[in-house]
């Protein structure tokens, strides 16, 4: 800068300088799964027969104008792939032509600029799928350099079987069950529990696909029984043995089976119940909705038990339970192991027919727990809250739990450990007279020095008597009991 020395004015002088910024191009994309108005990640309200798409969300977060946006996505576990270049993914146009997020309209993709795509067709969900995850990758060429920026993300959802049997949590458990019998003094053997315990026929299905509202006819859902399976209810009519909710979606426990999470129970005003018995030993539940104004996704189950359970007197034949009786004395066809129990619904609007497959099966495998005709077993369990008192019930076993035998003089003479139905055995050989033996009961699995027993039974053998049976149960204040069992 310059300035005379007889004036007020100066001169001012100007100087550029370009600085280059370092290049940092990046690329996001963010893919969510669309539903019947709804979208995201992970959806659960999917039956076999409807229809998903996929929305893309695309998004510069570097510092450099980004070109030739690109999109492929996988499709899954199904074929072909799609993207972009086969019009397969499509931009959301904004009122100019272009992408609904290319604010200034030059067809780059500018920095913090977010533009959104989507699938140009609908996916109609196979009725052998199960879960679905498929991935899409974006990618880009920087404007000036032309390189290469890219990032991927998956979407999926699970789809909702139309016709699931559960455990009592809601639960698949898979194909097979088990039908466990415990011996008896005679020889003879109880079907005393299944595990799972309690089963639950699920039905899924579009209410307003399905029936016509407002036609005058009536709107029946029919769910089938097999041979072999009870209402299960506390009330004497099993009104409580069918409930219907007006919604559903699935999580996975902790060994990803798939599991039923129920919306709101719709009022038994709005539906009536009535139970079919059949010759054959089938029964039918029919549902009657009338013309009711329902709408969306609904869901029922019917709550059921393994109708042999509790019958006595049953004989092991190559793995099938043979001559049983019932509670009541009546006599009782055999268990065959593997049987398969078929489950299946209908629906039924006047005289139209929903060609919905509502199909479910599963099989028994028949566990007779160990018994020589000789020694001595028992379940040991633990009371839940709010089930009956001193009663063994599938699911209550206390695995893992040590069980001691002591003789009249106080020698041990045999062990067992409790299994997952918690059922345990000994098959200790008694010879000579009659004798009383101490049962010992350590719920740790352990008898360690200065250990006091848990519980403590008494079990005679002698006179004829080669088994004995003794039961322990924990009460709900924690302490455990010995039952004698007659």
């Given at each position: 800068?310059?300035?005379?020395?007889?004036?007020d004015e100066s001169d001012e002088a100007t100087d550029?300088?370009?600085?280059?910024?370092?290049?940092?191009?990046?690329?996001?994309?963010?893919?969510?799964?669309?539903?019947?108005?709804?979208?995201?990640?992970?959806?659960?309200?999917?039956?076999?027969?409807?229809?998903?798409?996929?929305?893309?969300?695309?998004?510069?977060?570097?510092?450099?104008?980004?070109?030739?946006?690109?999109?492929?996505?996988?499709?899954?576990p199904l074929d072909p792939d799609f993207g972009t270049?086969?019009?397969?993914?499509?931009?959301?146009?904004?009122?100019?032509?272009?992408?609904?997020?290319?604010?200034?309209?030059?067809?780059?993709?500018?920095?913090?600029?977010?533009?959104?795509?989507?699938?140009?067709?609908?996916?109609?969900?196979?009725?052998?799928?199960?879960?679905?995850?498929?991935?899409?990758?974006?990618?880009?060429?920087?404007?000036?350099?032309?390189?290469?920026?890219?990032?991927?993300?998956?979407?999926?959802?699970?789809?909702?079987?139309?016709?699931?049997?559960?455990?009592?949590?809601?639960?698949?458990?898979?194909?097979?069950?088990?039908?466990?019998?415990?011996?008896?003094?005679?020889?003879?053997?109880?079907?005393?529990?299944?595990?799972?315990?309690?089963?639950?026929?699920?039905?899924?299905?579009?209410?307003?696909?399905?029936?016509?509202?407002?036609?005058?006819?009536?709107?029946?859902?029919?769910?089938?029984?097999?041979?072999?399976?009870?209402?299960?209810?506390?009330?004497?009519?099993?009104?409580?043995?069918?409930?219907?909710?007006?919604?559903?979606?699935?999580?996975?426990?902790?060994?990803?089976?798939?599991?039923?999470?129920?919306?709101?129970?719709?009022?038994?005003?709005?539906?009536?119940?009535?139970?079919?018995?059949?010759?054959?030993?089938?029964m039918e539940a029919i549902i009657n909705f009338g013309?009711?104004?329902?709408?969306?996704?609904?869901?029922?189950?019917?709550?059921?038990?393994?109708?042999?359970?509790?019958?006595?007197?049953?004989?092991?034949?190559?793995?099938?339970?043979?001559?049983?009786?019932?509670?009541?004395?009546?006599?009782?066809?055999?268990?065959?192991?593997?049987?398969?129990?078929?489950?299946?619904?209908?629906?039924?609007?006047?005289?139209?027919?929903?060609?919905?497959?509502?199909?479910?099966?599963?099989?028994?495998?028949?566990?007779?727990?160990?018994?020589?005709?000789?020694?001595?077993?028992?379940?040991?369990?633990?009371?839940?809250?709010?089930?009956?008192?001193?009663?063994?019930?599938?699911?209550?076993?206390?695995?893992?739990?040590?069980?001691?035998?002591?003789?009249?003089?106080?020698?041990?003479?045999?062990?067992?450990?409790?299994?997952?139905?918690?059922?345990?055995?000994?098959?200790?050989?008694?010879?000579?007279?009659?004798?009383?033996?101490?049962?010992?009961?350590?719920?740790?699995?352990?008898?360690?020095?200065?250990?006091?027993?848990?519980?403590?039974?008494?079990?005679?053998?002698?006179?004829?008597?080669?088994?004995?049976?003794?039961?322990?149960?924990?009460?709900?204040?924690?302490?455990?009991?010995?039952?004698?069992?007659?």
């Open positions: 800068n310059t300035a005379t020395a007889d004036s550029d300088e370009t600085v280059t910024l370092p290049q940092d191009p990046s690329i996001s994309i963010s893919k969510v799964t669309t539903h019947e108005g709804t979208e995201g990640d992970g959806l659960t309200g999917v039956t076999a027969g409807d229809y998903v798409g996929w929305k893309y969300y695309v998004s510069n977060t570097g510092n450099v104008t980004l070109d030739s946006v690109s999109i492929l996505d996988d499709h899954g270049a086969d019009g397969g993914i499509i931009d959301v146009l904004g009122l100019g032509g272009f992408n609904i997020g290319d604010v200034n309209e030059n067809g780059l993709l500018d920095v913090g600029e977010e533009w959104v795509f989507e699938s140009s067709f609908l996916l109609e969900v196979p009725e052998d799928l199960i879960t679905y995850t498929n991935e899409a990758t974006v990618t880009a060429l920087t404007a000036i350099y032309d390189q290469e920026v890219s990032d991927s993300d998956t979407s999926g959802f699970q789809v909702l079987p139309n016709g699931m049997v559960t455990n009592s949590m809601l639960c698949d458990f898979g194909e097979v069950f088990n039908a466990n019998f415990s011996p008896d003094k005679d020889g003879t053997y109880t079907q005393n529990s299944t595990n799972p315990g309690q089963f639950f026929y699920n039905v899924v299905f579009d209410y307003d696909e399905e029936f016509t509202n407002g036609d005058g006819q009536d709107n029946i859902l029919t769910l089938e029984i097999p041979d072999g399976f009870a209402l299960q209810s506390g009330d004497p009519n099993f009104e409580n043995a069918v409930h219907v909710y007006d919604s559903v979606s699935v999580e996975f426990d902790a060994a990803g089976n798939m599991c039923l999470v129920p919306g709101d129970e719709i009022p038994r005003d709005q539906y009536t119940i009535d139970f079919q018995y059949n010759a054959d030993g089938t013309d009711s104004d329902l709408t969306g996704l609904t869901y029922v189950n019917i709550h059921l038990d393994y109708e042999t359970k509790g019958s006595s007197g049953w004989e092991y034949k190559d793995g099938d339970a043979v001559n049983g009786t019932g509670p009541d004395g009546y006599e009782l066809g055999d268990i065959l192991n593997n049987t398969s129990y078929d489950f299946d619904a209908s629906l039924t609007d006047g005289g139209s027919t929903s060609d919905l497959d509502f199909t479910d099966s599963v099989m028994n495998d028949n566990v007779f727990k160990q018994f020589k005709q000789s020694g001595f077993g028992g379940y040991v369990w633990s009371d839940e809250s709010g089930t009956e008192a001193g009663v063994y019930e599938p699911g209550e076993g206390v695995a893992g739990a040590l069980i001691e035998i002591y003789d009249s003089k106080g020698k041990l003479v045999d062990s067992a450990t409790v299994d997952a139905d918690g059922w345990w055995y000994s098959a200790y050989t008694h010879k000579g007279k009659q004798e009383a033996y101490t049962v010992e009961l350590y719920a740790d699995g352990s008898h360690d020095a200065g250990d006091v027993a848990d519980a403590t039974g008494t079990a005679m053998l002698g006179k004829g008597d080669k088994f004995d049976v003794v039961d322990f149960y924990q009460s709900d204040d924690d302490m455990y009991h010995a039952m004698e069992v007659a």
